[in-house]
Every structure is written in C-alpha cells, then in structure tokens.
C-alpha cells in the first residue's frame, strides 16, 4: 500500500492533475505538492506525495559513486 | 544509463559486503521493502554474506487490530456504505470479513483511495465510512480530503498509526536483537529525516532510510554495514531522489492540522505511547467513532482475540519468519487466509508465499 508510482504532470486543474504514468492518464489530487506542467510527481492511492527531479535522481547516483568509490576495484 | 537494477553494480556492493565479514541482523518497516527483498532473490544472496533481514511492523493492514475490523464490520451491518482499501475485505475478523459481510448483501466497496469515498458520497444519501488505514505515506490523503470540506454524510474511522514510536516500541520491547534499521522510504518523503534521530541518539540504533529499487535496497544495507564497522549510529539518506531532510512540509502541516496522537495497539502488540492518530476535535463531525458512538457502544468492554493459531503478531516483531508458522503454506494460504499477514500483499506470509519460498 505504501507502493508509490513516478508519473509526469500533463495539465493541473486547481487541486488536481492529469498525469502520465508512462502511457497511462490518470487524475490525481496534487494538493499535497506544489508541482508544475512538465514535473515528476511520485504518486500514493490517488495524491501526489513529492516532487522527483532529476538532478536528484542524479544525486542518488553521485552518491553511490563515491560510496562503491566506483565500482573498479569491485 | 546506470539503472537502478543494474546487476553488476549489484555484485559488487555484494562482493563489498562479503569483504566485510558481517553477521548482523537488520530490520526494516515496509511491505514494498519486503517486495522487493523476495522477489529479486536478495534474501539468500544477502544471507550468505551474514546479513538477516526481518520484516518489522510494516503492514498497514496487517497492524490494523481485531477490534478495528469489527468496528468496521459493525458499521456495514449497521447499513453504512463502507469503503475500504482492497486488502482489508479478506482480513479475518472474529467470525467474518468484510467480503463474507459483502455476500450477505451489506454494501463494502473497494475504494483506491479516500477520494473515491468521498465521490460516492457525493453522489449517495446513505452514510459513507471510509476506513482510513496506512502510515505517514496515506496520512496526508486523508488530511487534504478532510479539509476539503467532503459532505456531510462521509466519515472516516481512523486507523491511522505512525512509524517512529513502533520503531521505539520494537526496541525498547528488546525482545529482538537489531544491529540497524532499515527505514520505509514513502514515509520518509513525508516525515523527512529528522523524526527518526531520537532512536540512534538513543539506542545508539544505525539507520539508512532506503528506497525500492534492488540496488536501493542493497545500498541501503551496505551503508548500514558501514556504520556498523566504523561504530556509528546516525541516520543517513539512500533515497534522496524523493527524500528531503524536511520531507513534504506541506503535507505534514495538513497532518497535524487535522489529526493528534493517541495511545493505540498493533497487531501483537500492546499499546504504544502516541502511535495512532484520530480526529481533532474540530473534525468531529467526520470522525465515525464520534458520529456513530452509539451503534459502536455494542463492542465496548469487549475483547477480540487474534485466529486461532496465527502467529502474525510474532512476525510482525521479528520474532518468527513466515516459515516457522506451522499454518504457513498448509492451513493459511492467500485463498484461505488465517491471519492478516497472509492476507496482504504486504504481508510477509503473503509475499513469502506468493514467490515461492
Ligand atoms: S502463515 Fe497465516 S497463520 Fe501463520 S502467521 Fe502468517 S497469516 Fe498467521
């Protein structure tokens, strides 16, 4: 249940979205985040619970870079 | 692009945890964790390099008490509309469950989320309860939709229960020995980083708040293998693409404007101190306890016993693995569930099952 799907903001209405979840278009509540048309959004039973971007994506990834201190020497 | 299921990548942190040298035993909190875990096969993988892993008290629906599923299953006799989250119609109740209730003619519909509750209300003349189980993840839905002014005839029967102070209980219960926690990382987008530092402050308890992905699972257990060796005890972040210190500002502020914290119980457990979260006052009027006081009046001074047999209470502290069940595979299976953790797809009996331990 505390399954949460990434998925693109298409168009916001007020407090809802029409969103992508990569080819399929649903509706949800966007009250809990302040996103933008173009944005990632992870989405939990209907509502937008945070923004994904991917620079932070790319963070996550800097991150286990300096922690394997790349994976060569594996 | 490096994935985040990328095998090689997950050698080497494999390799880098054998290396080590470890035997530790580890816990984490979450149904999508536990997913993970089994269906990519990291459990012996994990095993073989000394590092155990228990699910803990990570199941919404399996932590929902006896008495709640009879408190909603009162409410549906009663002639409410009961909506529900789709796992919760199979969870056994002293007699019945919610789907043994449905064939008997009474209305329990199967919702995704609290906004479908509240569109049907919309739409029908009849009460409508939505049971409002989940953690800090499912929280803020249920506070965004309450102060949207839903109509009049919705309610919510709050199950709602929050992670920290469980994870408090598990270790000051000591019944279980932990070398770190593995913390939910949908929780975390909500509560940030902060609300779990009291635990490593003060049961010197190592933390990696980790996503879903394999690679942010194996990450996770590396960088509490690291705190581990150099003896540290801290909170650090794996999933920091979702995860901020702060967490989603907004939607806890919608939180704690709606809920306050009350003593409740877990499943196989007893009371712990500010866990669950109910209605404040000023919502009163959507809070189904409040609002059908009286028809509930009947289960008052009543005790509900767990099924016969069923040792859900021991998983979910950690204590048992699925497996050692005696029921496990043979009386309890997902056609024909005993207890709740069989019955959810986050319950450990369930998942284990379902790939085929
Ligand atoms: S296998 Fe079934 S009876 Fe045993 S603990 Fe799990 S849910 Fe309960």
Same mark, same amino acid.
């Given at each position: 249940?505390?399954?949460?799907?990434?998925?693109?903001?298409?168009?916001?209405?007020?407090?809802?979205?029409? &969103?992508?979840? =990569?080819? +399929? %278009?649903?509706?949800? !509540?966007?009250?809990?985040?302040?996103?933008?048309? @173009?944005?990632?959004?992870? &989405?939990?039973? =209907?509502? +937008? %619970?945070?923004?994904? !971007?991917?620079?932070?994506?790319?963070?996550?990834? @800097?991150?286990?870079?300096?922690?394997?201190?790349?994976?060569?020497?594996? | 692009?490096?994935?985040?299921?990328?095998?090689?990548?997950?050698?080497?942190?494999?390799?880098?945890?054998?290396?080590?040298?470890?035997?530790?035993?580890?816990?984490?909190?979450?149904?999508?964790?536990?997913?993970?875990?089994?269906?990519?096969?990291?459990?012996?993988?994990?095993?073989?390099?000394?590092?155990?892993?228990?699910?803990?008290?990570?199941?919404?629906?399996?932590?929902?008490?006896?008495?709640?599923?009879?408190?909603?299953?009162?409410?549906?006799?009663?002639?409410?509309?009961?909506?529900?989250?789709?796992?919760?119609?199979?969870?056994?109740?002293?007699?019945?469950?919610?789907?043994?209730?449905?064939?008997?003619?009474?209305?329990?519909?199967?919702?995704?989320?609290?906004?479908?509750?509240?569109?049907?209300?919309?739409?029908?003349?009849?009460?409508?309860?939505?049971?409002?189980?989940?953690?800090?993840?499912?929280?803020?839905?249920?506070?965004?939709?309450?102060?949207?002014?839903?109509?009049?005839?919705?309610?919510?029967?709050?199950?709602?229960?929050?992670?920290?102070?469980?994870?408090?209980?598990?270790?000051?219960?000591?019944?279980?020995?932990?070398?770190?926690?593995?913390?939910?990382?949908?929780?975390?987008?909500?509560?940030?980083?902060?609300?779990?530092?009291?635990?490593?402050?003060?049961?010197?308890?190592?933390?990696?708040?980790?996503?879903?992905?394999?690679?942010?699972?194996?990450?996770?257990?590396?960088?509490?293998?690291?705190?581990?060796?150099?003896?540290?005890?801290?909170?650090?972040?794996?999933?920091?693409?979702?995860?901020?210190?702060?967490?989603?500002?907004?939607?806890?502020?919608?939180?704690?404007?709606?809920?306050?914290?009350?003593?409740?119980?877990?499943?196989?457990?007893?009371?712990?101190?500010?866990?669950?979260?109910?209605?404040?006052?000023?919502?009163?009027?959507?809070?189904?306890?409040?609002?059908?006081?009286?028809?509930?009046?009947?289960?008052?001074?009543?005790?509900?016993?767990?099924?016969?047999?069923?040792?859900?209470?021991?998983?979910?502290?950690?204590?048992?693995?699925?497996?050692?069940?005696?029921?496990?595979?043979?009386?309890?299976?997902?056609?024909?569930?005993?207890?709740?953790?069989?019955?959810?797809?986050?319950?450990?009996?369930?998942?284990?099952?379902?790939?085929?331990?």
């Amino acid at each position: 249940m505390c399954l949460a799907i990434p998925a693109k903001i298409l168009k916001i209405h007020d407090q809802r979205a029409k &969103v992508d979840f =990569g080819g +399929a %278009i649903r509706e949800v !509540n966007i009250s809990l985040v302040d996103a933008n048309v @173009g944005e990632y959004v992870v &989405v939990h039973a =209907g509502f +937008a %619970i945070q923004k994904l !971007n991917e620079k932070e994506a790319q963070e996550t990834l @800097g991150l286990w870079h300096e922690i394997l201190n790349f994976l060569e020497d594996g | 692009m490096f994935r985040f299921r990328d095998k090689r990548t997950a050698e080497i942190i494999l390799k880098k945890l054998k290396r080590m040298d470890l035997n530790i035993r580890l816990m984490h909190v979450c149904g999508t964790h536990q997913d993970t875990l089994i269906r990519f096969g990291l459990d012996p993988l994990l095993k073989k390099v000394g590092v155990e892993i228990k699910q803990g008290p990570g199941c919404p629906v399996c932590v929902t008490t006896p008495r709640e599923i009879e408190e909603i299953m009162l409410l549906a006799k009663k002639g409410k509309i009961i909506t529900v989250f789709g796992d919760m119609v199979n969870v056994p109740g002293e007699k019945h469950s919610l789907q043994d209730i449905r064939s008997q003619g009474h209305d329990v519909r199967i919702v995704y989320g609290i906004e479908d509750a509240v569109n049907i209300a919309q739409k029908k003349k009849k009460e409508v309860v939505f049971m409002g189980i989940g953690f800090e993840t499912t929280i803020p839905s249920t506070a965004s939709s309450l102060l949207s002014s839903p109509p009049e005839n919705f309610s919510v029967l709050s199950c709602h229960r929050l992670m920290p102070p469980a994870l408090k209980a598990i270790l000051e219960m000591g019944e279980i020995h932990l070398d770190g926690l593995i913390e939910p990382g949908h929780v975390s987008t909500i509560i940030g980083t902060e609300p779990y530092r009291f635990l490593s402050d003060e049961y010197g308890i190592p933390q990696v708040i980790a996503g879903f992905e394999p690679l942010d699972l194996l990450m996770g257990v590396y960088m509490l293998a690291r705190q581990i060796e150099n003896k540290e005890a801290k909170v650090e972040n794996e999933y920091t693409r979702l995860v901020k210190k702060e967490g989603n500002e907004k939607a806890v502020k919608m939180m704690k404007e709606v809920f306050e914290e009350h003593d409740v119980s877990w499943r196989g457990f007893p009371v712990i101190p500010n866990s669950g979260l109910q209605l404040k006052k000023r919502f009163e009027e959507y809070d189904a306890r409040k609002k059908f006081e009286d028809e509930l009046l009947e289960l008052k001074g009543k005790e509900f016993k767990e099924p016969e047999g069923c040792r859900c209470g021991e998983v979910l502290r950690g204590i048992i693995s699925s497996d050692e069940c005696p029921l496990f595979g043979t009386v309890c299976t997902p056609q024909n569930p005993v207890g709740p953790c069989m019955v959810s797809s986050e319950g450990s009996c369930n998942i284990m099952l379902k790939y085929g331990k």
